[in-house]
């Protein structure tokens, strides 16, 4: 059984696709910063093997490098960080129907 299940995720708001859709986009936008993350502490290390790994550890966001990018989104729009932008009711998103909480 997956948890959380779709009928939590969509509060009967949204379709299947759309929960797809708006999980893909916020797994390529976590995928992203992931990415940029290590881009940095790449960019910032020293040669010292040792000195560059706990570098990268405190740069690098343990839950982006531990877990799978869908996974996150997941939990994310479940617990309301994300929230997903129905277009067809007017609301438009610059990031394609996904957006963070703030």
């Known amino acids: 059984m997956l948890y959380p299940t779709i009928a939590k995720l969509t509060k009967g708001k949204y379709n299947r696709y759309q929960l797809a859709l708006a999980t893909s986009k916020c797994a390529r936008i976590i995928t992203d910063e992931y990415v940029a993350q290590r881009k940095y502490a790449e960019k910032n290390a020293t040669g010292n093997k040792d ?46 129907g996904v957006k963070p909480e703030n």
């Open 51 to 96: 000195l560059d790994r706990a570098q990268a550890d405190a740069i690098v966001d343990h839950d982006y490098r531990d877990k799978k990018a869908v996974k996150i989104a997941i939990d994310k729009i479940s617990d309301g960080e994300y929230v997903i932008i129905d277009k067809s009711a007017g609301g438009i998103s610059a990031d394609g």
